[in-house]
C-alpha cells in the first residue's frame, strides 16, 4: 500500500493524484463502507434507504470533485456531513408527504378493477345456474349463495334434509360439467 493511500484511509484527507474518473473511483472505494454503515445507522438499519442516499451523496461527490482536496479539509468529513444532510432530507420528505386513505363509500381504481371481474363471475355463474331445473338451483341458492345450511335450507325449501343434499349433489355435478365451458377458471361455487 502506497504511502498517499494510507494517509488517506488514517485521515481521510487526500485524493489520489491523476484524472477525475480515478480520483472518484480511489473516493468511492476508500470511504465506501464507513459511509454506508453510518447512513444504515441513521436509517435505523434500513439497507435499502441507506444505499439510495449514498447514491445522492456520490453524485453531490461527483459534482464537487474539485473541493475534495487536502487543502480544503477533511474528505471523510465532508462526505459523512453529505450524508448525514442526505439522510435527514429523505426522512423529511417522507413525513412531510401526507398519508394515502381511500375515501370511504368510493372504490379506488384497484377495487373497480376487482368488481369487474367480480361481476363477469357473478353474470357466468348467474348463466350457468339458469341451465339448471328449479328445483336444483333454488338448493343452490340457499346453501351456497345465501350461505344456509343444508337443514336450514331444507326449512326454507320446505323438503326433507336429504333431499337438499341430493338437488345439490345434482346440480354441482351439471355446474362442474358447464363451467369450465363457461370460461370461468375459479370454479369456488363448484368445488
Known amino acids: 500500500m502506497t504511502a498517499t493511500l494510507r494517509r488517506v484511509q488514517d485521515t481521510g484527507t487526500a485524493l489520489g493524484t491523476g484524472n477525475a474518473e480515478t480520483s472518484f473511483d480511489e473516493l468511492v472505494r476508500l470511504h465506501r463502507g464507513p459511509l454506508l454503515a453510518y447512513a444504515t445507522r441513521l436509517t435505523g438499519g434500513d439497507r435499502y434507504r441507506a444505499e439510495d442516499a449514498l447514491q445522492e451523496v456520490w453524485i453531490r461527490a461527483w459534482r464537487n470533485l474539485d473541493r475534495l482536496v487536502a487543502e480544503r479539509g477533511s474528505v471523510r468529513g465532508w462526505l459523512t456531513r453529505v450524508t448525514h444532510n442526505v439522510v435527514i432530507d429523505q426522512h423529511r420528505n417522507r413525513s412531510a408527504r401526507p398519508t394515502e386513505v381511500g375515501i370511504e363509500g368510493r372504490p379506488d381504481a384497484a377495487a373497480a378493477g376487482d368488481r369487474h371481474d367480480e361481476t363477469l363471475v357473478a353474470m357466468t355463474v348467474a348463466g350457468a345456474l339458469d341451465t339448471l331445473g328449479e328445483q336444483h338451483r333454488a338448493a343452490v341458492v340457499e346453501v351456497y ?33 358447464i363451467m369450465p365451458t363457461a370460461g370461468v377458471e375459479n370454479r369456488a361455487l363448484v368445488a
Open 145 to 177: 349463495l345465501r350461505d344456509r345450511t343444508a337443514a336450514q335450507a331444507a326449512t326454507v325449501l320446505g323438503v326433507p334434509v336429504g333431499t337438499v343434499k341430493s338437488r345439490l349433489h345434482y346440480a354441482l355435478r351439471t355446474l362442474r360439467d
